[in-house]
């Protein structure tokens, strides 16, 4: 029997839930399907940040970009809204919101977010999407962005 509407918001909330309160990599992997073939994938250029742009196939490097994103990025204040549920293809498109961090600069900026979340018949994750801003991330991580803010202010 399909999962109903509200199971599929559920184990997405769920997922959501855990990423925000920043739940060990264990904890977050265990949303993740093993019975079939699950990816992470944070789109954008490949060169901007060490996550972005490439499918992290299969548990252990589904674990390796979270681990990069612990590596590199704090965050605070994590919401999600705007909840899109589809039942008939089993996806969960959410809008989050957060302040992110790049740890290495401790650079700043707020950032909304979008996730795609693809479920199996278990409820748990197979394909896990992110679009977010990943310039605002390059910028952070070459310590620019400050310095452009800076330069914006005086040019208005």
Not at 9 to 35: P, V
Not at 66 to 86: A, C, I, P, R
Request: contains cysteine; glycine residues 6%.
């Amino acid at each position: 029997m399909a999962p109903t509407r509200a199971q599929l918001q559920k184990a997405a909330e769920a997922l959501c839930d855990d990423f925000s309160q920043k739940k060990d990599l264990g904890t977050l992997l265990s949303h993740f399907s093993t019975s079939h073939q699950v990816t992470a994938v944070e789109h954008g250029e490949q060169c901007l940040a060490p996550f972005l742009g490439r499918p992290f196939t299969g548990l252990k490097n589904v674990e390796q970009y979270f681990g990069l994103l612990q590596e590199h990025l704090t965050y605070e204040n994590m919401k999600f809204s705007e909840w899109v549920v589809d039942t008939e293809v089993m996806k969960v498109s959410v809008k989050g919101n957060a302040d992110f961090t790049w740890t290495s600069t401790k650079e700043m900026w707020k950032e909304t977010f979008t996730y795609t979340l693809d479920f199996d018949e278990d409820l748990k994750v197979t394909d896990y999407q992110v679009w977010a801003d990943s310039g605002a991330a390059y910028l952070a991580r070459k310590g620019k962005l400050n310095e452009l803010r800076k330069l914006r202010r005086e040019q208005a």
